[in-house]
C-alpha cells in the first residue's frame, strides 16, 4: 500500500484528529484567561504534532502489513494460511469471504473441467467413428464412378471432400489445445513433408485438369512432421480451391543461410490488397473468391497457430488477378530441437 492511498484510506480518522487538534490551539491562542505561557502552549502544540505524526507512522504500517497479508492470503487461493490467523475481526471476515470465493470457484472449475472433459471425449470419439462411414461412402463412389454422370461424379466427390477436411481440421483444433503434450520435434526432410501435405489430393487436381510442380532440391528441417505436413496440406487445399480448372500450382523449396522455405504458389485470381492482412484470422473468407471447395475461414487460421506453436513462420503475398503464394519458413535454430530432449 502506498503513503498516497493510505492518506485516501484514512482520510476522515485523519481529518479528525488534525481538527481537533486545530481546535484547542486556536482555544489556547484565543482565550487569554488560560494560565499557561506561551512557551508552554507551543510546547503543548509541538508535542500534538509530534502525536499525530507518531500516529499516522504507525497506523500506516499496521495498517500497510494488514493488506500486504490479505494479498499474500488471496494469492495462496486461502488455502496454506488459516483465517484465525488473522487478528483484526475486519480482516477476519474478509479473509473467510475471500475463502469461501475461493472453494465456490474451485467447486465450479471442477465441474466446468469435469463437463468440458467429458464432452471433448465425446467429441473425439465421435470424429474417429465417423471416419469410418466417410470412407465406406469414398469407396462406394469410387467403385460407382463409371455408372454415375462425370459432373455428378466430381460435385459429390468436392462435398464428400469437404467433410473429411472439416472433420480433420476438427480433429487437429482440439489437438492444438495440447500441442505441448503431443508434438517432437526432429529432422525431418522437406520433400517428405512435402509428399505427406498432397496425399488426398491427387483427385482434385485430375477433376480440375491443374497443373502441379515441385521444385528445389530436398532439405532438412526441424519440425514435427505431422503438424508441419498439416500446416502445407491447409495451404495445398486453399490453393486448390482457389485455383481455376486448368490453372497451375507449383510447390518451391528455397534455402538460405537462416532458413528453408517452402513455397506453395497458384495461379487465378490472388487475394486482395484489402484481404492480404485478414487470411490468418478465425472465420475470415473473402466471398468474391469461391471455386468448388467450401471456404470456412478455419484452415488458415489454424495452420498460423500451429506454425507459432513450433517456432516457425507462415507468410502470404499476392498479386491480385495473377496468382496467391503461401510460404512456410524454418528457421535453423537448434533451440527448440535442444528444449524437446530435455
Given at each position: 500500500m502506498s503513503f498516497l492511498n493510505y492518506l485516501k484510506e484514512r482520510w476522515i480518522t485523519l481529518l479528525f484528529i488534525f481538527l481537533a487538534s486545530a481546535f484547542a490551539a486556536s482555544v489556547f491562542h484565543l482565550d487569554h484567561r488560560l494560565q499557561l505561557s506561551n512557551a508552554n502552549g507551543y510546547y503543548m502544540v509541538a508535542g500534538c504534532g509530534l502525536l499525530f505524526?507518531?500516529?499516522?507512522?504507525?497506523?500506516?504500517?499496521?495498517?500497510?502489513?494488514?493488506?500486504?497479508?490479505?494479498?499474500?492470503?488471496?494469492?495462496?487461493?486461502?488455502?496454506?494460511?488459516?483465517?484465525?490467523?488473522?487478528?483484526?475481526?475486519?480482516?477476519?471476515?474478509?479473509?473467510?469471504?475471500?475463502?469461501?470465493?475461493?472453494?465456490?470457484?474451485?467447486?465450479?472449475?471442477?465441474?466446468?473441467?469435469?463437463?468440458?472433459?467429458?464432452?471433448?471425449?465425446?467429441?473425439?470419439?465421435?470424429?474417429?467413428?465417423?471416419?469410418?462411414?466417410?470412407?465406406?461412402?469414398?469407396?462406394?463412389?469410387?467403385?460407382?464412378?463409371h455408372q454415375i454422370p462425370a459432373h455428378v461424379f466430381e460435385r459429390l466427390y468436392y462435398e464428400l471432400f469437404s467433410i473429411e477436411e472439416s472433420v480433420q481440421r476438427v480433429f487437429y483444433e482440439i489437438k492444438s489445445n495440447r500441442f505441448y503434450d503431443d508434438y517432437k520435434i526432429a529432422p525431418v526432410n522437406t520433400k517428405q513433408l512435402i509428399v505427406r501435405a498432397l496425399k488426398g489430393y491427387s483427385n482434385l487436381f485430375s477433376y480440375k485438369r491443374i497443373f502441379i510442380s515441385i521444385e528445389g532440391e530436398d532439405h532438412s528441417v526441424l519440425t514435427d512432421e505431422k503438424w508441419s505436413g498439416y500446416i502445407l496440406s491447409q495451404m495445398i487445399s486453399n490453393a486448390v480451391k482457389y485455383t481455376p480448372h486448368e490453372g497451375t500450382i507449383s510447390i518451391t523449396t528455397?534455402?538460405?543461410?537462416?532458413?528453408?522455405?517452402?513455397?506453395?504458389?497458384?495461379?487465378?485470381?490472388?487475394?486482395?490488397?484489402?484481404?492480404?492482412?485478414?487470411?490468418?484470422?478465425?472465420?475470415?473468407?473473402?466471398?468474391?473468391?469461391?471455386?468448388?471447395?467450401?471456404?470456412?475461414?478455419?484452415?488458415?487460421?489454424?495452420?498460423?497457430?500451429?506454425?507459432?506453436?513450433?517456432?516457425?513462420?507462415?507468410?502470404?503475398?499476392?498479386?491480385?488477378?495473377?496468382?496467391?503464394?503461401?510460404?512456410?519458413?524454418?528457421?535453423?535454430s537448434d533451440t527448440i530441437h535442444d528444449v524437446t530432449k530435455m
Open positions: 505524526l507518531m500516529y499516522i507512522s504507525i497506523d500506516y504500517v499496521v495498517l500497510r502489513s494488514r493488506v500486504k497479508n490479505l494479498s499474500q492470503f488471496t494469492k495462496l487461493n486461502a488455502s496454506s494460511k488459516e483465517v484465525e490467523d488473522f487478528s483484526y475481526p475486519t480482516d477476519r471476515a474478509l479473509a473467510e469471504q475471500i475463502q469461501q470465493i475461493v472453494i465456490g470457484f474451485e467447486k465450479y472449475k471442477a465441474e466446468v473441467q469435469t463437463q468440458s472433459s467429458e464432452e471433448l471425449e465425446f467429441i473425439t470419439k465421435w470424429l474417429h467413428d465417423v471416419k469410418v462411414p466417410l470412407a465406406a461412402v469414398q469407396l462406394i463412389l469410387e467403385e460407382e464412378e528455397n534455402k538460405t543461410e537462416n532458413q528453408t522455405t517452402i513455397s506453395i504458389r497458384n495461379s487465378g485470381k490472388g487475394i486482395h490488397p484489402r484481404d492480404i492482412g485478414q487470411v490468418f484470422k478465425k472465420g475470415y473468407t473473402a466471398s468474391d473468391q469461391r471455386t468448388g471447395l467450401k471456404a470456412t475461414g478455419y484452415g488458415l487460421y489454424l495452420s498460423k497457430k500451429v506454425s507459432d506453436l513450433l517456432g516457425h513462420q507462415v507468410t502470404v503475398e499476392s498479386v491480385y488477378n495473377d496468382y496467391a503464394m503461401f510460404h512456410l519458413a524454418f528457421h535453423h
